[in-house]
């Protein structure tokens, strides 16, 4: 009877780490399933960015360029008032 017992006892027992390894196992499940949703969320939002950072930098280099244009205008207009300015002073004479 003892041993009879003895064998319910344990039974019992491999049933409840059973019942709690089932418990943990969903617990993790339910865990990395909300890891992968919000791994998913960021990566979308990375890759968002990353056309966003890639717009920008392209419109970076065109106001680059567009300010290199002024500043090649303005380096002849400045040149342009020199000269006018040296023909004035040589005509008031």
């Known amino acids: 009877m003892d041993k009879g017992i003895d064998q319910n006892v344990i039974l019992q027992a491999i049933h409840e780490l059973s019942d709690q390894i089932k418990s943990v196992e969903k617990n993790l499940s339910e865990r990395m399933s909300a890891l992968e949703s ?18 920008l930098e392209e419109g970076q280099k ?24 040296a023909d004035v002073e040589f005509l008031k004479k």
């Open 38 to 55: 919000r791994m998913s969320a960021l990566e979308s939002r990375m890759e968002a960015l990353e056309t966003r950072t890639a717009s």
């Open 62 to 85: 065109e106001i680059k360029e567009q300010v290199r244009k002024i500043d090649k205008k303005l380096d002849i207009l400045n040149r342009d008032l020199l000269d006018t300015r």
